[in-house]
């Protein structure tokens, strides 16, 4: 292939899977297969890493990632992005509509969907994709482009006729299938559930690697435009006129956007999606009334912070009024205790609910609750209904309010709080069983130990059943053993279990040390650690001032890891899985490049440290992009010393005038 029929394959490709995108994201209309898709796009991955002159940002290979971004730059908005001003109830809206007639006569109104999500500013130029800006403050926000390519329903490229220069707004969501297809995921890996579509879309679009963005999937749909050469002059049309350019806008047909000259048409639209919201693809707060004309629209101008032409309509959160039964109290894995109100089943936003979050004896106090109050439930973006007050009338005088337990309902240990914090805790962490349980299945979880067929039942069972206390008991565990518990236990389930326990002993000493369940280590923190740290031991040797040096961690991380190794319990199982042959060691040969900050440098180590063996800081040296050369030279651009380092050593040092620097400064620099 010459370079002019590389380029040439290369557009075509472009082309032909951003077409397939469109059709699968914006028109969910594919015609052609995932593997056919997949196909035709590693073979333009092949292509741009063979001809990477030919590469581009807009290529539909970075919807899966580009490059990680370090901090996202603060961009001005060319056109500040203004807020809506809220009204709660029909009358306000009317009012608006008074208002406006007022001031210019009778004129058209849109009505829109108000969505939930995060608001999201694209600029286009010559139809391309340049720039993906958050709203911020209204005036500047975080450029975060990488990862708005990720966003399928974002076209890249424009179709047809549109301007030269355009901005795009609208909001960046997740479609609650998609939502909960991630919490399921989620649930499997013993993770902690995302609470809301908007937090986990606002969070996912602040990730700093576009890869873990395009993993999450998110949406978009556009609800205005900005720029000086816009086809018309109605709000409208120009929603049309972007859809026919590629973007995903609110459906005519399904009456996401409607046109009225009336009050009573707005009326309308409203209560047709009060009652109809709930049976939407994806969350929706209100809806959003707007002059048409964009040259009345002008005309209105607007107050400080939001438009004279528009209001929002926010929905009430749907609320029911149903009894109190009973507070249960809930014991975590990390031995926090979570209240929730049992209730009387009652229907709320088509849902039967039963049971509300009350999260901690603050609330509880707040609410002044009392068994058999009649209680008002609320579900708002949460997915577990709150309790939002009490009806005071019929409450019988002699009930004693809820008293939140001194000690713990599982294993009766006085509960503590911890200061600063609202959650009450049982301290009982090695004999308290739901915590062990949840360790436990924390430890197997996929993206730790990824030991098959335990799941948490089968966990449950092993600690009632008194065949296993902790994680390191797993490794003792046999075919007979689990044969004899009887039922539901067969040749093949128990082989499922015992195999799956001694492939974990080659689970990756970054995996094992989130395995552990070291409070606040989660897994990207584990990583970071395991690949600067190196091994179990030299963590556990790590003073607290040694620990904060460390990227990502701080204070409550590197505290929390001291009371981890404090424990007598914790050292004990730790060097009891050490036994058993699980790694305790980042394998030297799995090491890939961590970072570049050492890039061009080159080190000579001597001397005796304390938290690296000689091998282990060579190998972080190089996992940093540096080079360790045996003997001082001229090239040489830091001598790494530790205790006992010759004399005659730091005397050529000296002579070349090359940097002498000691073991805090090394790490200070590759954590920088
Ligand atoms: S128009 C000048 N239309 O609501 C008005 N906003 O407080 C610009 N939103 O930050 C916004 N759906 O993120 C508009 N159909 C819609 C909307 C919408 C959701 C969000 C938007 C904005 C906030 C306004």
Redesign the pocket.
């Known amino acids: 292939m010459d370079p002019e029929q590389a380029r040439a394959r290369i557009v075509a490709l472009w082309k032909e899977l951003e077409e397939h995108n469109h059709r699968y994201y914006v028109l969910a209309d594919p015609i052609i297969s995932d593997q056919e898709f997949d196909l035709r796009l590693k073979e333009l991955e092949r292509l741009e890493k063979e001809w990477p002159q030919f590469a581009s940002a807009n290529s539909p290979t970075q919807r899966v990632g580009g490059d990680i971004t370090k901090e996202f730059a603060t961009v001005p908005h060319r056109y500040p992005?203004?807020?809506?001003s809220n009204s709660y109830s029909q009358e306000e809206v009317a009012e608006f509509v008074a208002r406006v007639e007022k001031e210019i006569g009778r004129t058209t109104y849109v009505m829109?969907?108000?969505?939930?999500?995060?608001?999201i500013s694209l600029s286009y130029m010559d139809g391309e994709l340049v720039r993906g800006v958050t709203?911020g403050d209204g005036e500047k926000g975080d450029d975060i482009t990488a990862n708005v390519r990720t966003v399928r329903s974002i076209p890249l490229h424009l179709r047809g006729d549109f301007p030269k220069e355009l901005e795009a707004?609208g909001?960046i969501l997740f479609m609650r299938a998609q939502f909960d297809r991630l919490n399921a995921a989620r649930a499997e890996r013993g993770e902690e559930l995302y609470a809301n579509p908007r937090n986990t879309a606002a969070g996912s679009l602040k990730q700093q690697d576009p890869k873990d963005v395009a993993k999450r999937g998110l949406d978009n749909f556009i609800?205005?435009l900005q720029g000086d050469q816009l086809p018309a002059r109605s709000h409208f049309e120009n929603m049309q006129a972007a859809n026919r350019w590629g973007f995903k806008t609110p459906d005519v047909k399904r009456r996401f956007i409607e046109r009225t000259d009336n009050v009573e048409g707005i009326m309308a639209f409203i209560a047709h999606w009060d009652a109809a919201r709930h049976a939407l693809e994806m969350d929706i707060d209100g809806i959003?009334i707007?002059v048409d004309d964009l040259d009345v629209q002008a005309e209105l101008g607007m107050t400080a912070k939001?438009?004279r032409w528009?209001i929002?309509y926010k929905f009430q959160a749907e609320q029911a009024i149903t009894r109190l039964n009973d507070v249960v109290y809930q014991v975590g894995r990390t031995g926090a205790i979570t209240p929730v109100a049992e209730l009387e089943p009652v229907l709320l936003a088509g849902t039967t609910v039963k049971r509300a979050s009350l999260h901690n004896a603050d609330q509880i106090a707040k609410l002044d609750l009392r068994i058999g109050d009649q209680v008002k439930v609320e579900k708002g973006g949460e997915i577990i209904p709150k309790i939002v007050g009490v009806e005071m009338d019929g409450r019988p005088a002699d009930v004693p309010p809820v008293d939140f337990p001194h000690t713990c309902p599982e294993c009766g240990t006085p509960l503590v709080r911890y200061e600063g914090e609202a959650q009450h805790y049982c301290p009982n962490e090695h004999a308290c069983p739901p915590q062990i349980i949840g360790r436990i299945e924390h430890f197997v979880g996929r993206k730790m130990m990824a030991i098959d067929g335990l799941g948490g039942e089968t966990v449950a069972e092993l600690v009632r059943r008194g065949l296993i206390h902790n994680v390191a008991d797993l490794y003792d565990l046999t075919k007979e053993k689990l044969l004899e518990l009887g039922k539901g236990w067969g040749e093949k389930s128990a082989g499922q279990v015992v195999d799956g326990i001694a492939a974990s002993r080659a689970i990756p000493f970054e995996q094992v040390l989130f395995a552990i369940g070291i409070r606040h280590v989660g897994e990207t923190v584990a990583k970071k650690i395991a690949r600067a740290v190196l091994s179990m031991d030299k963590l556990r040797a790590m003073s607290k001032d040694e620990l904060i040096v460390l990227d990502e961690v701080g204070e409550v991380i590197a505290q929390s890891i001291l009371d981890f190794f404090a424990v007598e319990g914790n050292r004990v199982i730790v060097e009891r899985l050490r036994e058993c042959g699980v790694q305790m060691e980042v394998d030297p040969a799995s090491i890939q490049l961590v970072g570049d900050k050492l890039k061009g440098k080159t080190f000579v180590v001597s001397g005796v440290f304390r938290n690296f063996s000689r091998d282990s800081i060579k190998a972080s040296i190089e996992s940093n992009g540096g080079k360790v050369s045996g003997s001082i030279s001229s090239k040489t651009s830091f001598v790494l010393a530790g205790a006992d380092m010759g004399p005659a050593k730091r005397t050529k040092a000296e002579t070349l005038k090359v940097s002498v620097i000691d073991e805090d400064e090394y790490m200070r620099m590759i954590n920088e």
């Open positions: 992005m203004l807020s809506l829109e969907l108000k969505y939930d999500g995060v608001a709203r707004r909001e609800y205005t959003v707007k939001s438009p528009a929002a």
